[in-house]
């Protein structure tokens, strides 16, 4: 064990100004509050906090941090209580230590809803101040060090996994390299044994036919950078197990095509020697194209900063080198540590390194379901970046695959709730548009555009999901406000009845209901039926039972009768819905279908799916369109169609559909036999008429011998 005064010195070595005496005092209370507990192996208690202060004075952490360590167990372990520690160590500190407490009481398990709150509070417990979570992690590093003294092999197998789920990712996510990788290869071994077993006897083979060429290389850029005049110390690095396992896994990549990598690491002084080292690589070996990666003008969000590069090498070896200054290297390894040592008088404990914390308190938020919010946060941490520019050149960060509208939410959220379209390098593109690295995006806005359910389909970041989703649930009890007045104006007219606020209310009170506004949403939601509050407001009232479709309505012209409801001002997929049978689009003959806690489902006039509600006529809404159609609505229509069995058939139908300005969201094959397909396509258009028009043209095309519209 590191003794009383060997920690002080420690700490006084990179920081002459820490405070000696709070670290003697938090040193002696731990050790005695612990006493003479122990550790499943055999050793006293209090070794433990000791270690993972000495793990954090390696780091080289400020005197707080190191407290909090030796304090890190005692209120959950011992009889000290929070009101102890602030007493004696200030509330800062006791904040700390019960932020860590909170942490350590977060039980780990397979099940997706207890895993999402448990991450939820672990999230929280760390927002205050992340150096909670730097003792945590120094914390579970110590337990990983020992986890073999562990007797139940499910228990160590369930640390292990906790391990490799949330603590790894979280130790990159603060740039911690070296922690996050010590993890890994603790971890791995025991949560998937026959693959470490196999990934390490494979590299062994190949490390030892390599350390040959190692050599050679290490000298070669030791001489090539001497010659340059560039003082610089070139390493060796070992590719990790667990991360080879990660790319076969998730990448697809094969252990040989990275086993035979050889990897290098060049450290130099400053961030404008990185760049002449990086001639100095590809004066001497040919640079890989597309493999070169300049995190130094653009960092990772943690704050890592290099170059990387890629050149064919000896024996016409891929080597890939790292270059970077020692300070780069720091920050690379230790990440916010040693951010501490580097800037130990700021007072910015919150920078923009950690607004990917923010986001993820604010996905937490607003997560529709457990497996949502795991699948968001794993992604936060976990994401391969694109990095994009707003046209004053400001720099977005976003995961590999973001759309237009992820980067507009990123900008701020207000930007992306009022955005109707963008430019990327100067060219007009959709929403939808997926985003590349070094693309200089600008967002349109308009006041009057709010989000759509519909970008839900095709952003992937957890923040604008979070904030669309956050509108739709405020836009959504709106609309099933204004749709269920509509429908109880519409009842009353049926019927013949004054329908006024004075009587509403006297109906929410027989109810037990809040307000007007309470029955209006619920009439919307399908829940409370329109005939209910007539018989509440006119006891004894005998109801007509309306049809909405009397047969000279369904012959007609496709507008509507008199007490149709428009259904421009509803917002498809929130109160109500386009079915999936029949595809209804602007233009169609419509109903509307009342469905409990849906709103209204529309169905065309014809669709065979109707048949099983013709015994309940209270639940159908005859429905129009408004005249004046929204320019940016977007409809899914399906077409069947027969095309021959010949080679550039299927690219032919694509063609037509593109240059008819309708794009295909699906396409499905019926049937396929020697002479001809079968096929369904799902084509987005505007309205009947862009759908006619593009049935025309592919009803001309050569290789398509029918096409009509299916509405099943």
Known sequence: MIRQYELVERVREYDPDTNENLLNRAYVFSMKVHGQQTRASGDPYFSHPLEVAGILTDMKMDCDTIVTALLHDTIEDTIATHEQIEELFGDNIARMVDGVTKMSEITYSSESAKQAENFRKFLLAMSHDIRVLLVKLADRLHNMRTLSHIKKP?????????????????????????VKEELEALAFPHVYPEAYESILKRMNLIHAGTEDIKDRVISELERLLKEAGIEAEVLGREKKLYSIWRKMTYRHVSLDDQADIIAFRIIVDDAETCYRALGVVHGKWQAIPGLIKDYVSMPKPNGYRSIHTAVLGPQKKRI???????????????????????????????????????????????AESPDEFLEHTKLAMYQNQVFCFTPKGKLVNLPLGSTVVDFAYAVHTDVGDSCVGGKVNGNPVQLRTRLVNGDQIEILRSTAQQPSPNW?????????????????????????????????????????????????????KKLQFQSIDEIYELVGKGELPDRKVLETIYPGIKLNNHHPLTPAKMIGEGKGGDHSIPIRGLTPGLAVHMSDCCH??????????????????????????????????????????????????????????LLEHLP????????????????????????????????????????VKHLTSIITALRVSERVSSVERDFR
């Not at 228990?155 to 911690?176: F, S, V, W």
């Not at 040592?341 to 986001?359: A, I, M, P, R, T």
């Not at 469905?595 to 015994?615: N, P």
């Not at 019926?670 to 079968?678: A, V």
């Open 154 to 178: 499910e228990k160590r197998l369930r640390i292990a996994r906790e391990t490799l789920d949330i603590y790894a990712p979280l130790a990159e996510r603060i740039g911690m390299q070296e």
């Open 456 to 508: 839900l389909g095709f952003v992937i970041t957890g923040k604008a999901k979070a904030a669309i989703r956050r509108f739709i649930s405020h836009k959504r009890k709106d609309e099933y406000q204004a749709l269920g007045k509509t429908l109880l104006n519409r009842a009353f007219a049926l019927e013949e009845r004054d329908l006024n606020d004075k009587a509403l209310r006297l109906c929410a």
């Open 584 to 641: 209804p689009i602007m233009g169609d003959r419509i109903v509307g279908i009342v469905t409990t806690g849906k709103g209204i489902m529309v169905h065309t006039i014809d669709c065979e799916a109707l048949d099983v509600y013709s015994d309940t006529p209270e639940s159908w809404l005859d429905l129009s369109w408004l005249a004046s159609g929204d320019e940016n609505s977007i409809f899914v229509s399906r077409v069947l169609l």
């Open 320 to 366: 890939e080198i790292q270059i970077r200054s020692s300070e780069m290297d720091a920050i690379a390894e230790q990440g916010v540590a040693a951010h501490w040592l580097y800037k130990q008088h700021s007072s910015d404990k919150e920078g923009v390194q950690y607004k990917w914390l923010k986001d993820l308190l604010e996905i937490m938020e607003h």
């Open 648 to 687: 550039g058939a299927l690219a032919a139908v694509l063609n037509v559909v593109a240059q008819e300005k309708g794009n295909i969201s699906n396409i499905k094959f019926i049937e396929r036999t020697p002479e001809l397909f079968r096929i369904t396509l799902d084509i987005e258009v505007r309205d």
